[in-house]
Nanobody, 123 residues
Framework: QVWLEESGGGLVQTGGSLRLSCAAS????????VAWFRQAPGREREFVAW????????TYADSVKGRFTIARNNAENTASLQMSSLKPEDTAVYYC????????????????WGQGTQVTVSS
């Protein structure tokens, strides 16, 4: 079992930046890949970014590539999502997820989820 808690969300203007954090407890966080997803009102949850268990490998959704950066600190059992050049369409609840048994962008493949943190980008 892994427990996840996201933080760092808030209200920001277009073009601004936010850094989301995901704190993990429980089983060995460092053994698992980590992903961020988001869900906007009235829309399905979608993949945002992924990082391998040993950090070097990352993947991003096209919509955030070049603006968002995923990272992790296995010593501290944390992951982060640095978001820059934010747009109103980035408004959503952001979730971190740990331990996938399938493709990184397959929501159903992820076993552990946090409760989410709200990000609102004003125009």
């Amino acid at each position: 079992q892994v427990w996840l808690e996201e933080s760092g969300g808030g209200l920001v203007q277009t073009g601004g930046s936010l850094r989301l954090s995901c704190a993990a407890s429980g089983r060995a966080f460092s053994d698992y890949s980590v992903a961020w997803f988001r869900q906007a009102p009235g829309r399905e949850r979608e993949f945002v970014a992924w990082i391998a268990w040993n950090s070097p490998s990352t993947t991003y959704a096209d919509s955030v590539k070049g603006r968002f950066t995923i990272a992790r600190n296995n010593a501290e059992n944390t992951a982060s999502l640095q978001m820059s050049s934010l747009k109103p369409e980035d408004t959503a609840v952001y979730y971190c997820a740990v331990y996938s048994t399938g493709r990184y962008d397959n929501i159903g493949a992820w076993h552990y989820w946090g409760q989410g943190t709200q990000v609102t980008v004003s125009s």
